[in-house]
């Protein structure tokens, strides 16, 4: 078949592009292949509103005119004739191609295929059929691991969280917050095994690296993704932590083949380096602008997209680079419960901010970042 764009991956970066494309060509044939069953959803309600009482029947994100392919992989990509092959044996000929195709979760060794690796909405439903008292080990302290495990605990689970870091969001949040968080965890009721390894995993009994054996009713792992770049390797485009972009999602400067999302690699000029955001702003945003961009639009990505989470009562917002390895500067409302924390560099520069429990000033958040003046208290004007 032929198509004028070609979407490979159907996430919400794909729904995004999709809807960029016909922005700006009304006309042109688009085709979506995807490894998924389902159509395109909202993919952070699955640990977010839906555990919260999020209808289901709102999870779809509606679709301009294009045709659907779902159950589908894009196995090869061939750049001079402008193919794609899928694991069918069938053949799409495009115009412009988008590699859409996200990430696939971090795995364990062993006897893995009882894990959930919690990624997609049939892994949301089979977690949300666990009764009232059944008992899940949870694999990972991040992003993912400190939200399947609030919402889980909230439904009656009982949790247990195994990860190798001393605590919660190790790798996001300044010490003292993270410690705090950690604390209230095991108030809420989870144990939360800190600085603990998995030595082996059979089945549903997980041994670790401690000697203790746990059994559990569901063994749940959230370790982060790794960018799908197969494809783009195996034709030769350039991959680096994802497939590297320009600022127009363009990869190696040809203006046929783009790239958004997850798997992107792209350029943030307020920040002055790249970076690779596996959130839902970013997904939204990068992908509609890339999707006008393989239409005609040459609009350059200058968004810093924003992230946040919710973990059981606390929550929050985040902008740009935050990352506990950053020095910060801490202004609180109310000590470890209400404030902002902004990530400076060596000169006191803003990096990026995390707005905890402080709402409406992400936009703020950012013009702060593009003026990039240094800190000189705790203000946040």
Do not use: C
């Not at 029947?57 to 589908?72: F, M, Q, T, Y």
């Not at 968080?181 to 108030?187: C, I, K, M, Q, S």
């Not at 707005?355 to 958040?365: I, M, N, Q, S």
């Amino acid at each position: 078949m032929h198509t004028d764009y070609l979407i490979v991956g159907g996430g919400m970066t794909a729904a995004a592009a999709a809807q960029g494309i016909r922005d700006v060509d009304p006309d042109g044939t688009i085709t979506i292949v995807s490894e998924e069953a389902q159509p395109p959803y909202k993919r952070p309600w699955l640990s977010k509103k839906l555990w919260a009482g999020g209808d289901e029947s709102k999870l779809w994100i509606e679709l301009p005119d294009v045709a659907l392919v779902n159950g589908r992989r894009i196995v090869s990509l061939d750049l001079g004739a402008r193919t794609a092959n899928d694991d069918n044996g069938d053949e799409y000929r495009y115009g412009k191609v988008l590699l859409a195709t996200g990430g696939t979760p971090r795995r364990l060794s062993g006897d893995d295929g009882d894990v959930v690796y919690f990624r997609t909405l049939d892994d949301y439903r089979r977690l949300r059929e666990l009764g009232d008292g059944a008992r899940v080990l949870m694999i990972g302290g991040g992003f993912i691991g400190s939200e399947i495990a609030a919402a889980l605990t909230n439904t009656g689970v009982k949790v247990t969280m195994v990860f190798p870091e001393p605590v919660i969001n190790f790798r996001l949040l300044p010490r003292d917050l993270a410690a705090f968080v950690t604390e209230y965890y095991r108030e809420k009721g989870v144990e939360v095994l800190t600085d603990e390894t998995v030595a082996s995993v059979d089945g549903k009994r997980v041994t670790l690296g401690s000697g203790r054996v746990i059994e559990a009713d569901a063994v749940v792992a959230g370790l982060g993704i790794v960018p799908n770049t197969s494809v783009a390797e195996a034709a030769g485009l350039p991959v680096d932590n994802g497939i590297v972009v320009d600022e127009r999602g363009r990869v190696a400067d040809r203006d046929d083949v783009f790239a958004a999302g997850d798997v992107a690699n792209f350029p943030s000029p307020v920040l002055g380096k790249r970076f690779r955001v596996e959130h839902e702003d970013h997904a939204r945003t990068h992908g509609k602008v890339v999707g006008a961009n393989m239409a005609g639009a040459d609009e350059p990505y200058y968004h810093i997209p924003f992230f946040y989470s919710d973990l059981f009562d606390l929550g929050y917002e985040a902008v740009g680079e935050v990352d506990s390895r950053l020095d910060t500067v801490e202004q609180w409302e109310t000590p470890l419960r209400k404030g902002i924390v902004t990530y400076v560099d060596a000169d006191k520069h803003p990096r990026g901010f995390l707005l905890w429990d402080t709402w409406g000033k992400v936009d703020e958040a950012r013009e702060r970042l593009k003026a990039g003046e240094p800190v000189k208290g705790t203000e946040f004007v």
